[in-house]
């Protein structure tokens, strides 16, 4: 819409043939109103701001909770939760693959999604072969990690948060995990049977974690050092899965 200006056009010209003196002309400034027209969308979802641009309107009652809407530039919601698909990826083949570079990059954030599903699986399998050892899973998990960073601080110069180190410790519990699964198969508690089953995985979780902290903080010359309580700590999941 349009506005009409009012201006004396004897002052402005010094005279004129207007009866009244007065003139009319058209100007350009539009209407906030009309700032709306070529955006898409109907008029009940736009609002006009003070700056006369028009706004989307994002619902905030209750029930966009069960809406697929969201606020504008919204990260999604895997991002929000901090799980990242490539990296538990890229990670589970690290530890499949010991013997393959690592990329240190991966290991930058604290990621817990593949640890949690690795301890969740481990205990089921043991819960489906008639051994109900959910607790001694979490509590040796968690001391054990907590020992683990604590030696790692004390040996290296630059240290690791304690997430990072469980975090690690998770993933490479994948082959104890696959011990597990044999497990439901196979009656592990022979005697022969199960050391050389238990001898395996437990050599594999050590080798990889060792090979990941060695990496992560440079102590190349250590190895073996923090290859030994990674190994005792392995190698009591292995006997929780046995027996």
């Not at 109907?42 to 029930?63: C, H, K, N, Q």
């Not at 001391?143 to 240290?159: D, E, V, Y």
Request: glycine residues 12%.
């Amino acid at each position: 819409m349009a506005h009409s200006v009012l201006f004396d056009q004897n002052q402005l010209y010094g005279g004129g043939n207007q009866p009244d003196g007065l003139e009319f002309y058209q100007t350009q400034y539009a209407d906030p109103s009309a700032a709306g027209v070529g955006v898409q969308g109907s008029a009940d979802e736009f609002y006009t701001s003070s700056y006369g641009t028009a706004m989307p309107i994002v619902e905030r009652s209750w029930l966009a909770a069960f809406g697929t809407g969201g606020f504008p530039n919204e990260p999604p919601l895997m991002e929000e939760l901090g799980i990242n698909f490539q990296h538990i990826k890229s990670k589970t083949l690290a530890v499949l693959n010991p013997f393959k570079p690592l990329d240190t990059e991966i290991y930058d954030d604290s990621d817990m999604a593949g640890p949690l599903l690795f301890i969740l699986v481990l205990g089921t399998f043991l819960l489906l072969s008639g051994k109900s050892q959910f607790g001694y899973i979490y509590g040796v998990g968690l001391m054990g990690t907590l020992g683990i960073w604590t030696i790692l601080n004390l040996m290296s110069q630059g240290g690791i948060e304690v997430m990072r180190t469980a975090s690690i410790l998770g993933y490479c519990l994948l082959p104890i995990v696959f011990l597990g699964g044999i497990g439901l198969t196979v009656d592990l508690k022979t005697a022969q049977l199960g050391v050389l089953a238990a001898a395996l995985p437990i050599a594999w979780c050590t080798y990889s974690s060792a090979t990941m902290f060695v990496t992560v903080l440079s102590m190349s010359e250590q190895r073996l050092l923090v290859a030994y309580p990674v190994c005792l700590f392995y190698t009591s999941f292995a006997l929780l899965t046995v027996f």
